[in-house]
């Protein structure tokens, strides 16, 4: 394998990784949002989300990044219509993980305000942009 096959396969296992976490995120608030603050199980949500969140999806985001900006590096697809709207597509999810780590924050202080209908809707947002990211990716249509 060569440098470009490898880092392309780092790529795609961090882009797993961190899809892996925000589609899961938000589903853990969804259930938090139905617990008593201080209770053992909003504890045990505060633990599962912050591991998540920390051990996964940051490193995965840092880690699909910098793949990706390597390969955008060497094979200038910085040049296509397609690549503007997937680039554009990972920035919203990038903007999104932040918003699902700040909403961790709020859990963690005992001050959040979301109702579990907030976070379902936000739950369709990571697949909404994986959907487009992926036919860009694999149609290039323009």
């Known amino acids: 394998m060569d440098l470009y096959s ?11 990784a961190w899809m ?13 949002c139905d617990v008593a603050p201080g209770s053992e199980a909003d504890e ?4 599962m989300e912050r591991r998540l969140l920390r051990a996964i999806m ?4 840092i880690a699909s990044w910098l793949f990706g ?4 590096s060497v094979t200038g697809a910085m ?3 397609w690549f503007h709207v997937k680039l554009l597509c990972v ?7 932040m918003m699902l780590a700040k909403y961790r ?8 305000t979301k109702p579990a209908k907030f976070f379902r809707i936000l739950n369709e947002v990571p697949t909404i942009l994986m959907i487009i990211i992926v036919f860009m990716v694999i149609g290039k249509p323009f």
């Open 6 to 16: 490898i880092i392309k396969s780092l790529h795609v296992v961090s882009i797993i």
């Open 20 to 32: 892996a976490g925000m589609l899961y995120l938000p589903r853990l608030y969804v259930y938090h």
């Open 44 to 47: 045990k949500f505060k633990v």
């Open 58 to 61: 940051n490193p995965a985001m």
């Open 69 to 72: 900006g390597y390969l955008i």
């Open 79 to 81: 040049t296509e219509g």
């Open 91 to 97: 920035i919203l999810m990038t903007i999104t993980h």
């Open 105 to 112: 924050r709020a859990f963690e202080a005992g001050a959040n």
